[in-house]
Nanobody
Framework: QARLEESGGGSVQSGGSLRLSCAAS????????MGWFRQAPGKEREGVAA???????SYADSMKRRFTISEDTNKNTLYLQMHDLQPEDTAMYYC????????????????????WGQGTLVTVSS
């Protein structure tokens, strides 16, 4: 099972940007899905973005204009670049990963992934 460690969270003002990183270890599989989800205080978990081993990406509709998911396979690291952050983006952000043989993985599949990190907190002030 993969071990995932997120970093890059912090406090920014409205309109600011952050790049989250997720370092993966103990995970070697040529067929995989990785992604991000978030959870704000008192709210349900929300899928953010996903990427598969073919580099195909998927986003929640409300975030695809501002967020970009990418990966560096040489570094076994997943990224989430976030621009124009708003107070409603305040949440704990988690990365997730798993082997994947079900065709293209989408943001809706993120919650089915087996390995999750501990999360990194993003706080956006107005």
């Amino acid at each position: 099972q993969a071990r995932l460690e997120e970093s890059g969270g912090g406090s920014v003002q409205s309109g600011g940007s952050l790049r989250l990183s997720c370092a993966a270890s103990g995970y070697v599989n040529s067929n995989y899905c990785m992604g991000w989800f978030r959870q704000a205080p008192g709210k349900e978990r929300e899928g953010v973005a996903a990427i598969d081993n073919d580099g195909r990406t998927s986003y929640a509709d409300s975030m695809k204009r501002r967020f970009t998911i990418s990966e560096d396979t040489n570094k076994n690291t997943l990224y989430l670049q976030m621009h124009d952050l708003q107070p409603e983006d305040t949440a704990m952000y988690y990365c997730a990963a798993d082997q994947w043989y079900g065709g293209r993985c989408t943001v809706e599949d993120v919650f089915a992934l087996d390995a999750w990190g501990q999360g990194t907190l993003v706080t956006v002030s107005s």
